[in-house]
């Protein structure tokens, strides 16, 4: 069946750096636009940044500009998410999302598939 896994995410500390994966299962990423969200306590689930299909058009939110790189490896079937000079601000659990199509969006409902989502934590 369709799954999407999502790995990398734990505890580091302010300025540090994490790699987020996301591995898809029972499709190809190749037709499909990847999307990184991100959900804090309290707070409803945020668009952080999405990759189209067919020629890797980026779109990151304000809030991480210049410090997040979303990537893609069709070949391995994964997507990624590289964080640096990260802020407790940045503390969620972070989700990858996929839909078919090419596409930028931030919109949680553009996305019909979901990963169960990594945590990550930025504390001292």
């Known amino acids: 069946q369709v799954q999407l896994v999502e790995s990398g995410g734990g505890l580091v500390q302010p300025g540090g750096s994490l790699r987020l994966s996301c591995a898809a299962s029972g499709f190809t990423l190749d037709d499909y636009t990847i999307g990184w969200f991100r959900q804090a306590p309290g707070k409803e689930r945020e668009g952080v940044s999405c990759?189209?299909?067919?020629?890797?058009?980026?779109y990151y939110v304000d809030s991480v500009k210049g410090r997040f790189t979303i990537s893609r490896d069709n070949a391995k079937n994964t997507a990624y998410l590289q964080m640096n000079s990260l802020k407790p601000e940045d503390t969620a659990v972070y989700y990858c999302?996929?839909?078919?199509?090419?596409?930028?969006?931030?919109?949680?409902?553009?996305?019909?598939?979901w990963g169960q989502g990594t945590q990550v934590t930025v504390s001292s």
């Open positions: 990759i189209t299909s067919s020629d890797g058009r980026t």
């Open positions: 999302a996929a839909n078919q199509g090419d596409f930028l969006s931030d919109y949680v409902e553009e996305y019909a598939y």
